[in-house]
């Protein structure tokens, strides 16, 4: 198949922004390609050449991409990078660059998709010596023949930024589409779906989900479904080592509230402020995902001596937290752990420096049987069989009961020990992956927000380059400001929902006093109302604080500059959030 074709589609996707269009497109094009194309097709589509969870990734720097594009358009890098600025897309700059090459060439050679795949897939597996000249050689082959428009596209899949805006869900409902429109009589007509069984079909996209919750691959999910028809989902395994989504925990209240959701009696455990890991053993290979499906293995070779040592079985999906320890054995907060994420080379000092444990909290794949369906308790009796426990390495401590009394105690002791909160679960529940399920919920004190002011910003990319689009907060310390963090969530997209980008843009832009790339200096006057999950100490920000998760509620348009949380406020609830009590 040509490139061309898949690049065609590409530009209808862009011009686009209506969902249900953009999903009769792709499911028209599915329709028509062959078997063999499928693996490609539905990777390119996401804008990436492996799924999700793979380790290998394209890894290809902008600084690379301009200097391949130099070479093939005979611009010199600071021409590109200006015109890069401007534009705000290298594959449009690359685009127009070999638009004007291409009318003083005559050499042409029309692009295979499988050879666009092909040198993309390569680029992610060189490693050593002479890595850069490689890549460099691989992407201006592929430049070098493309068309203006196919150079666009192969830019942005190269920096993994395709802008056709296919979300996940529309992808999968484009499968669904393709593989099972007659089955399920789908009609697209006008830009509306007309369906004469709206619950079959509602109940097949759900089922489709699942089935993508279960190994994050589009393509064993279109696998699936092409070889087993309608019927798809009664076939639907838990394959190979692949990552699950994990299941999520809404919030509860207050105990009270928890075991009204979660039944009587209720397992409780302490909520472990570490990250989430999947430990999968598979064919007798241990991988280790976070819960975002990075591939973090590498990372932790301790991690993976202790689920070798310490767990019986060749076979397995377990769900666990980990968390980070001082030398004394007392749990550090989160952020400690993110150097261990971040770290990818001396490896074994950083073991050292920053020790971690792991407490066990679920199990949904052993011995090749998936117990997604049992409920909890008998997951939970399997853990207590299958964990040979240590300080370092154990399930996560666990009280059943139905006394509110003894709930509160738990509570109490699991703040103290410097946990978040607690978890409640049902003892009958499931293991819903990807989903927001009640068959367990959280429980945490509740933060105060802080005031806080915006003073610089960030032009967004793709779709929201119009707008302003992360937002630098400070505090205020006598006349200084401090930073402590950014903040990019909160801020709706339409004016009715809220506090939106195009708002906030039109307030700050008159307040611009600086410009560099996208990043804008801002006079101080914007006051926004925060909400976070925790201040945690920081080296990144003047304030030495930073804010985990924060997310804007609204513009405070009484407060001025002066009125901010000051740092002695932010210290207090630092202070006070790290000896939590209960109301
Ligand atoms: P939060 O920021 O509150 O951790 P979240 O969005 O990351 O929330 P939720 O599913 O809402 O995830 O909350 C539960 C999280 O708590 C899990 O994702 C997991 O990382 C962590 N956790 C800690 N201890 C436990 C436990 N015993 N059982 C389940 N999850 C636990």
């Given amino acids: 198949m040509k490139y061309k074709e898949l690049v065609e589609i590409y ?23 062959k078997k063999e194309d499928l693996e490609e097709i539905i990777n390119l589509l996401r804008g990436n050449v492996f799924p999700v969870w793979e380790e290998k990734k394209i890894g290809v720097s902008e600084k690379l991409v301009i ?23 290298l594959g449009k700059v690359a685009e127009e660059l070999i638009k004007n090459k291409k009318q003083t060439s005559l050499e042409e050679k029309e692009l295979n998709l499988n050879k666009v795949f092909e040198n993309l897939r390569k680029l992610a597996s060189l490693e050593g010596e002479g890595t850069v000249d490689k890549k460099v050689g691989l992407i201006s082959e592929l430049l070098s023949n493309a068309q203006p428009i196919e150079a666009r596209y192969i830019v942005r899949t190269i920096l993994e930024d395709l802008r056709i805006g296919v979300a996940e869900s529309t992808l999968r409902d484009a499968i669904v589409w393709a593989y099972l429109g007659k089955e399920l009589k789908i009609k697209y007509i006008n830009e509306n779906l007309e369906l004469e069984d709206r619950k079959n079909y509602d109940f097949i996209i759900e089922r489709t989900q699942y089935n993508y919750d279960l190994c994050n691959d589009f393509v064993e999910v279109a696998k699936n479904i092409i070889e087993y028809g309608i019927d798809f989902h009664k076939k639907t395994k838990l394959s ?153 390495f154990d399930i996560a401590e666990q009280i059943i009961t139905d006394n509110l009394e003894e709930a509160k105690k738990f509570y109490e002791k699991s703040l103290i020990s410097g946990n978040e909160g607690i978890m409640m679960k049902d003892l009958n529940g499931k293991y819903q992956p990807g989903r927001r399920v009640g068959y367990g919920v959280k429980i945490k004190p509740i933060l105060e927000t802080l005031d806080l002011i915006i003073v610089a910003a960030e032009w967004g990319t793709g779709k929201r380059s119009k707008w302003l689009s992360s937002f630098t907060l400070s505090t205020i310390d006598k006349e200084s ?80 500059p002066k009125d901010v949380n000051d740092i002695t406020s932010i210290n207090n609830i630092f202070i006070k959030q790290r000896n939590r009590f209960i109301k």
Avoid: H
């Fill in 11 to 33: 530009e209808k996707l862009e011009k686009t922004s209506k969902r249900l269009e953009k999903t009769f497109i792709i499911s028209e094009f599915l329709k028509k390609i």
């Fill in 67 to 89: 200097k391949s594009i130099s070479r093939i358009a005979g611009i010199n890098d600071k021409e590109i990078e200006k015109k890069w600025a401007k534009i705000g897309d």
């Fill in 240 to 392: 190979g080592g692949k990552p699950i989504n994990v299941m999520l925990y809404p919030k509860a209240e207050s105990i009270e509230d928890g075991f009204k959701s979660v039944g009587k009696p209720a397992a409780i455990e302490q909520k472990y402020d570490g990250f989430r890991l999947l430990l999968i053993k598979y064919k007798g290979k241990i991988n280790l995902f976070t819960r975002r499906l990075e591939n973090v293995t590498k990372q932790f070779p301790d991690i993976v001596m202790l689920t070798e040592e310490q767990i019986k079985g060749d076979d397995f999906i377990l769900d666990s937290e980990t968390i980070a320890v001082n030398s004394n054995g007392q749990w550090l907060p989160f952020q400690a752990l993110s150097q261990r994420i971040k770290r990818k080379y001396d490896i074994q000092d950083i073991i050292k420096k920053i020790p971690i444990i792991i407490r066990i909290f679920d199990v949904v794949k052993y011995n090749n049987e998936n117990l997604m369906e049992k409920p909890f308790i008998e997951r939970r009796k399997l853990l207590e069989k299958i964990v040979k426990k240590s300080n370092k």
């Fill in 481 to 560: 400001f401090l930073e402590i963090g950014k903040v990019g969530t909160g801020i709706k997209e339409k004016s009715e929902e809220g506090v939106s980008f195009k708002e906030l843009t039109r307030l700050l832009k008159p307040l611009i006093i600086e410009e560099k790339g996208r990043i804008v200096k801002l006079k101080p006057k914007i006051v926004v109302e925060v909400a976070y999950e925790e201040i945690q100490k920081s080296t990144t920000y003047t304030s030495g604080f930073a804010l985990r998760f924060p997310r804007i509620l609204g513009i405070k348009e009484d407060r001025r």
